[in-house]
């Protein structure tokens, strides 16, 4: 029997809740691989009611029972910690639950219960407000990676579509922190954790990386700034010199058209919108976040928790639905 897909709700004020119970109703039609859903049955239930959504939600102990009764019903392991059903409004205490839900998928991962974890989206406001310690996601998951594999990784955000997989270097900071913040020895350790992940989770035999430019034009040699110069450059030196297939300084403006697309494997950016904004024009509804350099598969929508739209019958499951559909090939190929 094939192994389940552990899903976490995430916040459950935002949409979470409904696209995890629209994602089942689309099992037969999408081709949805098999997945346990970690997180409040009653409030699942509930907002799938709500949203409109013809779901039959069933608890169950263990991932192998979700797996045998995922064709009937979305199968839900239960937490020991109750949460606030509150559509559109986060409550600070949904926050010992959402991290639990965290806690609970990685840890049937860590079973070999279920092949990788798909993550509804979180609001970090009311995980901070509860004393979450980190800056989000990610960064907790690299913290799980440490504490309970005993790996000591760098977790790094790709957001993979069909046309177009892009990684940012730096990531949840303000825009005037970059130049400071941004390091010859991160780009260069980043380079190398995308090539080793896009051989062993994508099958791609020899990635090619095309590393962005952090000034318009890549700096024009200095002329538009010296980051590209004396901090991007060095790091592309150094992939090149470990048999790297790496270009760049590139100028962002011209990397992401359809010819330019078709040279690279991997967009390596500079900052958060710099990768974000090209991926999501291109697959809006389509785009994953991987996250790469974790000792398991993680996988998540690309969109936030949405709270305008919560509860309303409008999400669209389809950035999750491509979150499961390509856990589960990741998966497959690393079995």
């Given at each position: 029997?094939?192994?389940?897909?552990?899903?976490?709700?995430?916040?459950?004020?935002?949409?979470?809740?409904?696209?995890?119970?629209?994602?089942?109703?689309?099992?037969?039609?999408?081709?949805?691989?098999?997945?346990?859903?970690?997180?409040?049955?009653?409030?699942?239930?509930?907002?799938?009611?709500?949203?409109?959504?013809?779901?039959?939600?069933?608890?169950?102990?263990?991932?192998?029972?979700?797996?045998?009764?995922?064709?009937?019903?979305?199968?839900v392991l239960p937490l020991a910690v109750p949460m606030v059903d509150s559509p559109g409004v986060?409550?600070?205490?949904?926050?010992?639950?959402?991290?639990?839900?965290?806690?609970?998928?990685?840890?049937?991962?860590?079973?070999?219960?279920?092949?990788?974890?798909?993550?509804?989206?979180?609001?970090?406001?009311?995980?901070?407000?509860?004393?979450?310690?980190?800056?989000?996601?990610?960064?907790?998951?690299?913290?799980?990676?440490?504490?309970?594999?005993?790996?000591?990784?760098?977790?790094?955000?790709?957001?993979?579509?069909?046309?177009?997989?892009?990684?940012?270097?730096?990531?949840?900071?303000?825009?005037?922190?970059?130049?400071?913040?941004?390091?010859?020895?991160?780009?260069?350790?980043?380079?190398?954790?995308?090539?080793?992940?896009?051989?062993?989770?994508?099958?791609?035999?020899?990635?090619?990386?095309?590393?962005?430019?952090?000034?318009?034009?890549?700096?024009?040699?200095?002329?538009?700034?010296?980051?590209?110069?004396?901090?991007?450059?060095?790091?592309?030196?150094?992939?090149?010199?470990?048999?790297?297939?790496?270009?760049?300084?590139?100028?962002?403006?011209?990397?992401?058209?359809?010819?330019?697309?078709?040279?690279?494997?991997?967009?390596?950016?500079?900052?958060?919108?710099?990768?974000?904004?090209?991926?999501?024009?291109?697959?809006?509804?389509?785009?994953?976040?991987?996250?790469?350099?974790?000792?398991?598969?993680?996988?998540?929508?690309?969109?936030?928790?949405?709270?305008?739209?919560?509860?309303?019958?409008?999400?669209?499951?389809?950035?999750?639905?491509?979150?499961?559909?390509?856990?589960?090939?990741?998966?497959?190929?690393?079995?």
């Open positions: 029997m094939t192994r389940p897909l552990a899903l976490s709700i995430g916040e459950p004020s935002g949409i979470g809740p409904e696209i995890a119970a629209a994602a089942w109703a689309s099992r037969d039609k999408a081709g949805v691989p098999p997945f346990v859903l970690v997180g409040d049955a009653a409030l699942v239930a509930a907002r799938a009611r709500q949203a409109g959504i013809d779901v039959t939600v069933e608890t169950c102990d263990s991932a192998s029972a979700a797996a045998t009764r995922f064709h009937r019903a979305l199968p986060a409550v600070a205490q949904n926050a010992a639950g959402v991290v639990a839900a965290i806690d609970a998928g990685v840890a049937l991962v860590q079973a070999g219960e279920a092949a990788a974890l798909v993550t509804c989206p979180i609001a970090k406001k009311p995980l901070y407000e509860a004393g979450f310690a980190f800056p989000g996601h990610t960064e907790y998951l690299g913290h799980l990676a440490r504490e309970r594999f005993g790996v000591d990784t760098r977790p790094v955000m790709m957001i993979a579509g069909p046309e177009l997989r892009t990684v940012p270097v730096t990531i949840h900071i303000a825009l005037a922190d970059v130049p400071h913040r941004l390091l010859t020895v991160d780009i260069a350790a980043v380079g190398r954790i995308v090539e080793a992940e896009l051989k062993a989770r994508f099958g791609i035999a020899s990635p090619r990386l095309a590393v962005a430019g952090l000034n318009p034009h890549a700096g024009e040699d200095g002329a538009m700034g010296l980051e590209d110069r004396d901090i991007v450059a060095p790091a592309v030196a150094a992939l090149r010199a470990e048999g790297i297939d790496a270009r760049g300084p590139l100028p962002a403006d011209t990397m992401f058209h359809a010819r330019a697309r078709a040279g690279y494997d991997a967009a390596i950016c500079m900052y958060h919108d710099q990768a974000l904004i090209p991926a999501k024009a291109l697959a809006f509804d389509e785009a994953v976040n991987v996250t790469l350099g974790l000792p398991f598969i993680r996988t998540s929508p690309d969109h936030g928790t949405a709270f305008d739209i919560a509860g309303k019958g409008i999400a669209r499951p389809d950035s999750l639905i491509a979150a499961l559909k390509m856990a589960a090939r990741m998966a497959a190929r690393n079995a």
